[in-house]
């Protein structure tokens, strides 16, 4: 048999001469499968002639880059339409693996997108979209390149159209049922026979509700896969198919009529995947939102002028004036002047870092008050704006860890079930030597009683009421995978700054020496009225507060980030760490070394005040705890999860706010992509980790995480990368949250046993168990009937959900909320 050949283009980086091009050339021919290799310099390909048999591209590529050279790769990331479970991201995957040229293929079922790595010299997306389109399902686009409103849109007209469909389908479902129960006065009188007015009536409305899952069944069959729409093409199938056998008495009699079984099975099944496509949530927009925190134009100072470019345009080395209010537009160094910078969108502590000449600032930080002149160090994807970018990004495009409960059990149930089916039919026909009429009989029942409905239902119908319910308790779950694995969680993660605490500096204690609290808090006042900073802030929000008298200040002045001074009512008054007072001639009591040492040790910033040469007294400022943390941690232990924080915060002060809280393991100092790295390490030792955070510094970590929940007075970026949103910001919803998870995983696997006891109980009567010893047969209307039950049944147990209350919450809601109003 010949030997079969296959060309592949290489596209190859790294070559410079043409020793270079005859290295490489050497190295692929040296291949015992590779017929020839030719490589052009100019264009920097190899043309290789390989056979697919002995070596892939992964090969070719190993040998290139064994030669020091390195192949170029391509990644995409597609939207794709039409997905249903898991078995349709597995179609989608084989076949778009089956190309040519193709590394590596990701499907996501939750968000509905597919990333693909591979070599454009082989590869357009024009082929996969062709791959996506022929195995079944709705090339929408690129991801980058798809418009929000569009996006939404698409949404909306798909939930439209699934509306629409299950809704005319139980209009004319639900009377004809009745009538099937209950008959109707002067049918008898009819011109023609009951089954034509029937076949009459739902044959446009059957083809019209159930032609998706016939299109999904046809190219899933095609793919050579079992899916649960061919399950469901099948019973809905095969129950119209007899009751038109029976219209015509072809085999079958007029007695096998369930037109209307049929239709209201379509309608349940359609209700079923418009409950799902609810439940899956809009695509979050975190990268979206992190690509705009970055400036769009940066001042540089070229050849002695201020000149204003695009971002893009600078430069390593290029000098960029930075104006108060402004965004740092890169990563640099501060080569002049002095301010204070807020970066708590990239290290989520809220009090601004003084920066002066040497120090480093970050790209997408904020000038809070000052003029800075930086050099510019890192640009563009080097940046750690963007290499957070690039960690949410990798994070959001990894496979979910756990695969759902309905399509697992499909798996084996729809093989099982043809089984039975055939089997039965077999053994009544020919084995036992019953009428046709009956096998087939006992082959429809079968096939209708065991069409897995209830199980396609048992896990959207759970997952939506609980996602409802959630909300209306104040915990927005974005998807429903995050209720499957938040079941599971051994582990969960805090932030501390904005998360554990308010995120909002506050005096804490105020140590008097020389004057009285009153006056203390008064002069202070008057002095940090003048400033913006936020420790200045917390001094003034706690003189007013007191009610004190603020006097008039003049002469202010500040000094770099040690201090400020002004003159109050004849008096300079001297605000500032110890270092700043000292200089100005303030003497620092023994006593209050110690107070000051103590109240470091708590965690807290000690702001000295001194009047003229004496120190008047300390102030004690803090980030405090939010009121429901220390109940909220608490009861997560108790619940038998590992609690840690992690923080950017010194160690000091990190350890003091966990002794408070109750909390062993702390991480302290670790910078935003660390933060994921942690996270990461845990789950390398088995845990199943949830992450809470509020900051964009926490977005890589809340993606990484099995589960990220996410502050609702947080950023925006936050939110959008958590799984979970709590809108009150209070922790006792992260509680609430672990609670409802469990109890909706609770009623889905009940969901599924009643589905499964359903099929259990039903198929062997269907199948005529009974009926050697009884006479006992079961109609194929009564299985149909049965089959619909099973849907209600399920869908009822959902329902049950709305009336839940999670434990943590129970006793703090209103009369309303308890309802759910």
Request: proline fraction near 4%; charge should be negative.
């Amino acid at each position: 048999m010949p030997e079969e050949k296959r060309r592949a283009e290489l596209k190859i980086t790294g070559m410079h001469c043409a020793s270079c091009a005859l290295n490489v050339e050497h190295a692929l021919k040296g291949r015992d499968a590779v017929y020839d290799a030719r490589v052009n310099l100019a264009s920097e390909t190899a043309t290789v002639e390989y056979d697919p048999a002995r070596a892939t591209l992964a090969d070719l590529e190993w040998t290139v880059s064994d030669a020091g050279y390195e192949v170029v790769r391509n990644e995409a990331t597609v939207r794709i339409g039409g997905m249903v479970c898991a078995s349709c991201a597995q179609v989608i995957e084989a076949s778009l693996a089956d190309l040519d040229g193709v590394y590596e293929t990701r499907v996501n079922l939750a968000s509905e997108n597919a990333h693909i790595v591979y070599n454009p010299a082989l590869v357009t997306i024009a082929d996969i979209r062709a791959a996506v389109e022929d195995a079944g399902y709705q090339y929408l686009g690129l991801e980058e390149e798809i418009p929000e409103d569009v996006e939404a849109r698409m949404r909306e007209e798909d939930l439209r159209d699934k509306f629409r469909r299950f809704t005319v389908g139980f209009a004319v479902s639900i009377p004809l049922f009745l009538y099937m129960l209950f008959g109707m006065p002067g049918a008898a009188a009819l011109p023609v026979s009951v089954n034509l007015v029937m076949l009459a009536v739902t044959l446009p409305v059957f083809l019209y509700v159930s032609a998706p899952i016939f299109r999904a069944a046809a190219a899933a069959l095609r793919n050579r896969a079992l899916t649960m729409d061919v399950m469901y093409a099948m019973g809905i199938g095969v129950a119209y198919g007899a009751s038109l056998l029976g219209t015509f008495q072809i085999v079958l009699t007029p007695d096998f009529n369930f037109y209307e079984t049929a239709v209201m099975l379509a309608a349940f099944l359609t209700l079923g995947r418009y409950l799902e496509a609810r439940a899956k949530g809009r695509t979050s927009e975190a990268i979206k939102k992190l690509v705009g925190l970055r400036p769009r134009t940066a001042t540089v100072i070229r050849d002695g002028k201020e000149v204003e470019v695009p971002v893009e345009a600078v430069v390593v080395g290029d000098v960029i004036l930075i104006r108060p209010g402004e965004k740092v537009p890169v990563d640099g160094t501060v080569v002049g002047g002095e301010s204070s910078v807020d970066e708590s969108m990239i290290t989520g502590e809220p009090i601004p870092a003084d920066k002066k000449e040497g120090d480093e600032v970050v790209g997408g930080t904020l000038n809070v008050n000052g003029v800075l002149r930086i050099r510019a160090e890192k640009i563009g994807k080097d940046m750690v704006l963007s290499q957070i970018i690039r960690l949410v990004r990798d994070a959001q495009g990894s496979k979910p860890p756990v695969e759902r409960i309905a399509d697992v059990a499909v798996s084996y149930f729809i093989p099982a079930v043809l089984a039975i089916a055939t089997a039965a039919f077999l053994v009544w026909y020919f084995g036992l030597g019953a009428p046709l009429l009956f096998a087939l009989t006992v082959l429809i029942s079968v096939l209708v009683v065991a069409c897995p409905c209830a199980l396609g239902l048992a896990t959207p119908t759970a997952v939506t009421v609980g996602i409802g319910r959630g909300a209306e308790l104040g915990v927005l779950i974005r998807n429903g995978e995050a209720l499957e694995v938040s079941e599971k969680l051994t582990a969960i993660v805090f932030d501390k700054t904005g998360t554990l605490t308010r995120g909002k500096p506050d005096v804490t204690d105020v140590v008097t020496l020389a004057v009285p609290e009153e006056r203390l808090l008064a002069v202070a006042a008057a002095v940090e009225h003048n400033s913006q900073h936020p420790l200045a802030e917390a001094v003034v929000r706690r003189a007013e507060s007191a009610g004190v008298t603020v006097p008039a200040s003049e002469r202010f002045t500040t000094f770099g980030g040690r201090g400020v001074s002004a003159v109050v009512e004849g008096t300079e008054v001297f605000i500032g760490n110890r270092p700043f007072l000292e200089e100005h001639g303030v003497t620092i009591p023994e006593g209050a070394e110690r107070r000051i040492a103590a109240l470091q040790d708590e965690g807290k910033t000690a702001v000295l005040v001194a009047a003229g040469s004496d120190l008047a007294g300390i102030l004690a400022i803090a980030d405090t705890l939010k009121p429901t943390t220390k109940r909220a941690v608490a009861e997560l232990k108790r619940m038998g999860l590992a609690v840690t924080m992690i923080t950017g915060d010194n160690e000091r002060t990190a350890n003091a706010i966990a002794r408070e809280v109750g909390i062993e393991d702390v991480r302290a100092g670790v910078l935003p992509q660390e933060k994921a790295e942690e996270v990461r390490a845990l789950q390398g030792r088995g845990e199943v980790v949830a992450f809470v955070g509020d900051g964009i510094n926490d977005a890589p970590a809340l993606a990484q995480a099995d589960v990220g929940i996410a502050i609702g007075s947080g950023t925006d970026v936050a939110i959008e990368s958590g799984d979970v949103v709590l809108i009150r910001d209070d922790l006792i919803d992260v509680v609430a949250a672990v609670e409802l998870s469990r109890k909706v995983m609770s009623r889905i696997k009940q969901n599924l046993f009643w589905a499964f006891a359903y099929n259990s109980a039903l198929i062997p009567l269907a199948a005529g168990v009974l009926y050697p010893f009884f006479g006992i047969t079961f109609r194929p209307e009564l299985a149909a009937l049965a089959m619909a039950l099973s849907s209600v049944t399920v869908v009822s147990l959902s329902l049950l959900l709305k009336a839940y209350i999670p434990p943590a919450k129970r006793g703090t809601l209103s009369e309303a909320d308890a309802r759910g109003s």
